[in-house]
């Protein structure tokens, strides 16, 4: 039981190169969420997917697109990445939205250079 | 707005003292509210919720309480250890998903 697997777990890419990480539970859970964490900064919210189906923008959506592949599987794409978008991104997955306590994957650290 | 307010910031204790952390939420219809630690280079666990028709919930050495008609909750650490220093993030439901505060980085000195 993997509970929440992101890859890749470290990425460099050059500015405007483009690139998708991947996200993947096995818990059955209804919705997924994508979030980037700067250093010694919160949790800011890309893009969300409440149920299979579904997309919705978060706090902080522009340069990202997503893709709800299938239950189980929730991408985030950069089609050109910039330096600002350089920062730890973390998946997670909720039983059913808002009302279950989030389980995080292990991260994907980004540069961007 | 979508808002969860947390306090401190950062939070310096000796080993063995208590440490509580703040949150304030501005959304009434909020019915859920976990606790996350982060520790350094990991990734967020859970590690205490509790549902707007409970007021305290404990486990072991945490314990969270709640007042609805305030829109308070607050995380209690007692007996606090060097592996308790970490990163807490309170958060809030709303809808679809959680609001998360900004953080409290808690220091525990042996």
């Known amino acids: 039981n993997a509970g929440v697997t992101q890859t890749p777990k470290f990425q460099v890419l050059k500015t405007g190169q483009s690139m998708t990480l991947q996200c993947a539970q096995d818990m059955n859970h209804n919705s997924m969420y994508w979030y980037r964490q700067d250093p010694g900064m919160g949790l800011r919210l890309i893009y969300y997917s409440a149920s299979e189906g579904t997309t919705d923008k978060g706090e902080v959506p522009n340069g990202y697109n997503v893709s709800r592949l299938n239950k189980r599987e929730f991408s985030l794409r950069l089609e050109s990445a910039a330096p600002s978008q350089t920062s730890v991104y973390f998946c997670?997955?909720?039983?059913?939205?808002?009302?279950?306590?989030?389980?995080f994957g292990s991260g994907t650290r980004l540069t961007v250079v | 707005g979508e808002n969860v307010e947390q306090h401190p910031s950062t939070l310096s204790v000796q080993e063995g003292d208590s440490a509580v952390i703040k949150c304030t939420y501005s959304d009434s219809a909020s019915n859920y509210f976990p606790w996350y630690k982060q520790e350094l280079g990991k990734r967020p666990q859970l590690i205490i919720d509790i549902r707007s028709n409970v007021g305290e919930k404990k486990d072991q050495r945490i314990a969270v309480t709640l007042n609805k008609t305030a829109k308070h909750f607050s995380l209690h650490i007692t007996e606090t250890q060097p592996e308790d220093s970490a990163v807490y993030f309170c958060?809030?439901?709303?809808?679809?998903?959680?609001?998360f505060g900004t953080g409290t980085r808690l220091q525990v000195f042996p």
């Open positions: 958060a809030a439901s709303k809808a679809d998903k959680l609001i």
């Open positions: 997670a997955s909720s039983v059913d939205r808002g009302d279950y306590g989030y389980t």
